[in-house]
């Protein structure tokens, strides 16, 4: 089965530092979301790409979040700077825009901000 | 806004059929009803979706009513590793430029199978 690949799965990183999540979606899937899960908000969407346009990020702390799609086998999401409110579990689904059917999502990068 | 109303916790025998309610009062004729699943520590699980047919695939079954204001997802042999929460999700398809493309989880219920 075709998979959704998120690196790393694991990140400690002491506050302020910047943190670099990826996500390698499907071949051929056209849309990317990235969300962000906590115990008390659940899943929140962050942004959404169509064909590697960014058409939302409504839901990002725009001041340190970022998110990129540099090509279509590659979506980056960038803290900067790093604090301890960001610990989470960030997820990457992908999927077909125009096609019926539901989204692929990868396994999750969980972030611990010290 | 939550577009669906789910129990927050449902319990059923290993064996036995889950049956996982879930209320769509305000679905508008264009969305699709869609059903995930997430197991601890794992991204969410596309199971099935449904238009206003019933609909059956390997995992489960969609029934949904004929005014489509709710709809049933049926696990009909329920496995101690079906035990996650479970999504029910309004959306159009396709991406009109607004904001209805999203998919926008709630709390889910949580579906434990016991032994």
């Known amino acids: 089965d075709a998979r959704v690949t998120q690196t790393p799965r694991h990140k400690v990183t002491e506050m302020g530092q910047e943190v670099t999540m990826r996500c390698q979606p499907i071949?051929?899937?056209?849309?990317v979301f990235w969300y962000r899960q906590t115990m008390m908000q659940g899943l929140e969407l962050l942004a959404y790409?169509?064909?590697?346009?960014?058409?939302?990020d409504s839901g990002m702390p725009k001041d340190r979040f970022s998110a990129e799609m540099p090509d279509a086998t590659l979506a980056t999401l960038k803290i900067q700077p790093s604090e301890p409110r960001d610990s989470a579990v960030y997820f990457c689904?992908?999927?077909?825009?125009?096609?019926?059917?539901?989204?692929?999502f990868g396994s999750g990068t969980r972030l611990t901000v010290v | 806004d939550a577009k669906t109303t789910q129990p927050p916790s449902m319990d059923c025998a290993e064996g036995r059929a889950a049956n996982l309610p879930c209320n769509h009062s305000?679905?508008?004729?264009?969305?699709?009803v869609y059903w995930y699943r997430q197991i601890h520590s794992q991204g969410p699980q596309y199971i099935i979706h449904?238009?206003?047919n019933n609909e059956t695939n390997e995992m489960a079954s969609l029934i949904i009513t004929e005014d489509r204001k709710s709809s049933t997802l049926i696990l009909p042999h329920a496995t101690l590793r079906d035990t996650a929460v479970y999504y029910c999700?309004?959306?159009?398809?396709?991406?009109?430029?607004?904001?209805?493309?999203?998919?926008?989880f709630g709390k889910g219920t949580l579906l434990t199978v016991n032994p």
């Open positions: 689904a992908s999927g077909l825009v125009h096609r019926v059917g539901g989204y692929t």
């Open positions: 071949l051929g899937h056209n849309t």
């Open positions: 790409f169509r064909n590697r346009a960014p058409l939302d």
């Open positions: 305000t679905i508008s004729g264009n969305e699709y």
């Open positions: 449904g238009l206003k």
């Open positions: 999700i309004v959306r159009v398809e396709g991406d009109s430029g607004g904001s209805n493309y999203k998919l926008t």
